[in-house]
């Protein structure tokens, strides 16, 4: 084969002479790839040897493209933008809210118990440096907040298990004082005819939020979270009471809860114990913090549901949750054989980490066993407290999320509101 002569040019650079040498040298490659290349994979090679050089000569004539970088705001808003577009949301049909008058004080992690027409409201946190220590009642006849009366001294302030017999509300533990302060083992009774207070044989070992019922005859209180305020609690005692009185001084040990922790629903229902939710962990108080000041720890939300039936040597699981969902153990009614579940938190965003509230409302089937989401709230919402009557599904309190497209937590509330009910 011939070989063209190229003479040294008049003018020029070194640059422009080692690229008419690199010319000439591909030039031959690609005669010798066309000539000898057995496949067709040699196209291949000569395009990306063709842009090899092209990139590394700084001859090409297009420029190459920069992506521009995405920042940490960019990240920490993806999952947030467009209506209910966080991952947290569930699909939910609209109810129509209507919102009456607010409770006399806002408050987080209270608790209430409804006897007939009326909501019994306790406790809770007004800021998370101060916590009320008084009961308010609304009244659902005339849609009005009235009696207002105070707890004992020595009674907790949050994180309470409660349960009532019709008459008699049974008040269990919970954390004492603002903050992330400690536990009380300390258990009252409440005859809401007098207004009268009455002692209860403490528990083994102080607990927060437990989950609390009053099944064939005795106070059963179960899991929460031991005395550090974040170490998982399994244990499962109960008490034989009656007309708010004990009938034993001591606390029997029962079957232990499979899976521990706070903040999940109790419920009796079909004359079985059941166990809704909740969390594993807490936030707990900064070692050596003169005030207790919260601090967070890692949290861990579920959906597991267990039964206990009468005479049953373990608990039984059921068909999970929706979501995961905690901080709901005053945040259910039982209405025609179903479970109603109002709010709570799941598991927090992937992104940004913070906490994420929920905006649904749920429903258990306990004919079918089955759960479907039926309505969504006016906001997200935890520690939701709930009431049902006369086809109204009531809440108040709580604290809601800072709004339609951040579902992390903000403002502490005292409103309440009603929808229609319509299962």
Request: charged share 25%; net charge positive.
């Amino acid at each position: 084969m011939a070989m063209a002569r190229f003479a040294p040019p008049k003018s020029g650079s070194r640059k422009s002479c080692l690229v008419l040498s690199c010319i000439v040298v591909l030039g031959l490659v690609l005669i010798l790839d066309l000539r000898f290349a057995p496949s067709s994979s040699s196209s291949l090679i000569r395009s990306n040897t063709l842009d090899a050089y092209l990139r590394t000569s700084g001859t090409a004539s297009a420029p190459p493209v920069v992506k521009k970088p995405k920042s940490k705001k960019d990240d920490k808003n993806a999952n947030l933008k467009g209506p209910n577009a966080t991952f947290a949301d569930i699909p939910a049909p609209q109810l129509e809210w209507e919102e009456m008058a607010p409770a006399p004080v806002a408050r987080l992690d209270g608790a209430a118990i409804q006897i007939k027409n009326l909501l019994y409201v306790f406790a809770g946190y007004g800021t998370i440096d101060y916590v009320h220590s008084h009961v308010d009642v609304y009244n659902f006849s005339d849609n009005s907040w009235g009696e207002r009366f105070d707890m004992p001294k020595e009674m907790a302030h949050s994180h309470l298990g409660m349960v009532t017999d019709g008459r008699y509300i049974y008040v269990v533990t919970g954390q004492y004082g603002p903050q992330c302060r400690g536990p009380t083992a300390r258990n009252f009774v409440l005859d809401t005819v007098t207004k009268e207070w009455r002692d209860l044989p403490s528990l083994p070992a102080p607990r927060y939020a437990p989950a609390t019922q009053l099944w064939k005859g005795r106070l059963h209180v179960m899991g929460g979270s031991k005395e550090d305020r974040h170490e998982i609690g399994f244990d499962h005692w109960s008490l034989a009471v009656k007309d708010g009185k004990a009938l034993e001084t001591e606390w029997r040990i029962e079957i232990p809860i499979p899976r521990g922790g706070p903040h999940r629903a109790c419920v009796v229902a079909n004359d079985k114990l059941l166990a809704i939710g909740g969390q594993e962990g807490d936030f707990m108080a900064k070692p050596g913090s003169p005030i207790f000041k919260c601090v967070r720890r890692s949290e861990v939300v579920y959906s597991n549901v267990y039964m206990l039936e009468d005479g049953a040597d373990r608990w039984k699981e059921l068909a999970s949750m929706p979501k995961p969902d905690s901080h709901i153990e005053f945040a259910w009614v039982n209405v025609n054989n179903s479970i109603i579940i109002v709010g709570g938190t799941t598991e927090k965003h992937p992104v940004t980490k913070k906490m994420v509230l929920v905006g649904e409302i749920f429903r258990f089937d306990l004919n079918k066993l089955e759960w479907s989401v039926i309505g969504r709230l006016p906001f997200r919402i935890k520690t939701t407290l709930v009431g049902f009557w006369d086809g109204w599904l009531y809440f108040t309190s709580g604290q809601r999320d800072k709004g339609p497209h951040d579902p992390s937590p903000k403002k502490v509330v005292g409103s309440m509101w009603r929808t229609k009910l319509h299962l």
